[in-house]
């Protein structure tokens, strides 16, 4: 089965510039999440969806990034103005569920990452 | 809240010999735990898991990890490393509420083998 996808692989901006990514995950997987991973640290979650809702947005900076879903299917992360800090490689990932006594836990699965810089 | 603590940014290994990468959880409930390799310009990889059962786990490329409930730990270890094991390693851990199953990662650890 074809993996999650992420597009694009590389993006250098200014501060102040708009940027947006974008993410296909693997078909049938109706949870999709994104992560900011800064160099040097393990990725942090910015938000997670569940089909095109919102379940978690806790850690996005609202004040200039959003994300939406459309359809359930494909999202789109945008940064709106960028900052220095916000250079990091953003992951995107889509899960499915695995059992494990009595519960459901989701296995995450990754795409390739967008590397962003921002000078 | 859960967190996760890797006690070593970076450990360098000759090739063939064996290594350990540890892990400490913290959690208020019940955990799940999952070791990522994330290669060089690559996203994350899954090696294993712990969800129930047994505490040795068993992973792709002769990695395994030990769930220690009592020491909160779930150290990955391989006992003969090559070349290609270079990467960066991250624990992650997650709760057991249903849909809303957070990933919690560590700053991860560098693992370099030596020829």
């Known amino acids: 089965e074809a993996g999650v996808a992420q597009s694009p692989r590389y993006k250098i901006i200014e501060k102040r510039q708009s940027v947006a990514f974008w993410c296909n995950p693997i078909?049938?997987?109706?949870?999709l999440y994104w992560y900011q991973q800064i160099l040097g640290q393990g990725p942090k979650l910015l938000i997670q969806f569940q089909n095109n809702g919102v379940v978690d947005d806790s850690q996005l900076p609202k004040d200039r990034f959003s994300a939406e879903r459309l359809k359930g299917v494909d999202s789109t992360l945008k940064i709106q103005p960028a900052k220095l800090e916000d250079s990091a490689v953003y992951l995107c990932a889509s899960s499915s569920p695995a059992s494990g006594m009595g519960s459901w836990v989701y296995e995450q699965y990754f795409g390739p990452g967008t590397r962003l810089t921002v000078t | 809240a859960q967190s996760v603590t890797q006690l070593d940014s970076q450990v360098p290994v000759f090739e063939e010999a064996p290594v350990e990468l540890r892990c400490n959880y913290s959690?208020?409930?019940?955990?799940?735990l999952f070791w990522y390799v994330q290669y060089p310009n690559q996203g994350l990889q899954l090696l294993l898991k712990?969800?129930?059962?047994?505490?040795l786990v068993k992973g792709i490329n002769g990695f395994e990890a030990e769930f220690n409930k009592s020491q909160t730990s779930f150290h990955l270890r391989k006992p003969s490393v090559h070349i290609s094991d270079t990467a960066e390693y991250f624990c992650?851990?997650?709760?057991?509420?249903?849909?809303?199953?957070?990933?919690?990662f560590g700053t991860g650890t560098r693992l370099t083998i030596i020829p």
């Open positions: 959690s208020s409930v019940s955990v799940y």
């Open positions: 992650a851990v997650s709760d057991s509420l249903f849909g809303n199953e957070k990933l919690t």
């Open positions: 712990y969800l129930s059962g047994s505490t």
């Open positions: 078909s049938g997987h109706a949870t």
